[in-house]
């Protein structure tokens, strides 16, 4: 690995993890406050940005009937980091200290990929289109790991016309799809080496998100649940091709459409080379899906509506489990 190549990334985490120590120094009662006043300001919309809103929180908390705590839930003032990811914590932390102590929430943090028997705040979830998914309630978690942006000057035509890929070996897909590319002319793809005791055909050097971003074609492959660098490429200049998610998360992947903010490709990934020569001579075509994906990703840099709306699938869900919070907004179900 070269000197430099994770530079950015290691910036944003020191920008991540310094301001959260600066403001686990700020009184829960100041947290409070602050939510009071996005709830107001909130309670005052109106129009597209208020229907934007309560769409995502329908989206991401998915329940609609009244539900009994299971004995798992904690009060929110009882919240340590004891045992549990930091990312996640300070994440979750933020959220839950802008409500009364003694409400209590149900979290599992990690890679979920099953859904759970009770309502319970998750990262991930697999994508239902029949919302039976609904006892995994999304919220933004990780967000240091999963929402790291560079900035692209390069259009999409100055671009190297090949496809790119770099991620772990840590699923029989990824390796399969490596192995399968390893030496295709119209592509960088490969693993980077994760626990192999040794190299391996389908391995190849580590490649920077800025490297990556100087080719045309960014692929997207999902790992334990969904994939990294899916916000990262739809935000760039270079098109995204993946298949279609199983997974997702705060980024709401299930609700991306094929041909309009990405391209699909086969579950196999067989179809890539097909692909990448087709959006070669249809320049124009691949520049308004990389249009349509730039604005996907827009909304998720409003922090103050990011902000509110998780303070909203928060309240939901105190609401439908009998914990009523006066002081802010009551959400109907469903």
Known sequence: MRVGDNFSKNLHKLG?????????????????????????????????????????????????????????????????FAGKSSAYCFDFR?????????????????????????PRFVKSR???????????????????????????????????????????????????????????????????QHKEPAPQPYHK???SIEEQLQHQFVVSVEGIDVATNLKWIMASNSLCLMRRPRFETWFMEGSLVPGYHYVELADDHSDLPEKVRYYQNHPEQAEAIIANANRYVEKFFDQQMEQTIALLVIQKYLHLSGQEVYDLPRLKAG
């Open 205 to 207: 050097d580590f490649m």
């Open 94 to 118: 933020n959220l839950i200290q802008c409500f009364p102590r003694n409400r209590k929430v149900d979290y599992q943090f990690g890679d979920v990929t099953e859904i759970p028997n009770e």
């Open 126 to 192: 697999p994508v239902r289109r029949d919302a039976s998914n609904r006892n995994s309630v999304l919220l933004k978690l990780n967000s240091v790991r999963h929402y790291q942006f560079v900035e692209d000057p390069t259009p999409f035509r100055q671009k190297k016309p090949l496809a790119v890929w770099r991620g772990k070996s840590n699923r029989q897909h990824r390796i399969e799809f490596a192995t399968r590319f390893n030496d295709h002319p119209l592509c960088d793809i490969g693993c980077t």
């Open 16 to 80: 991540y993890y310094s301001g959260n120590a600066v403001r686990s120094l700020v009184p829960r009662a100041y947290w409070q406050w602050q939510c009071d006043l996005l709830m107001s300001e909130y309670e005052a919309m109106t129009g597209e940005r208020r229907a934007a809103i309560d769409a995502r929180v329908a989206y991401y908390n998915r329940l609609s009937n009244p539900f009994t705590l299971p004995a798992t839930a904690e009060p929110a003032g009882d919240f340590t």
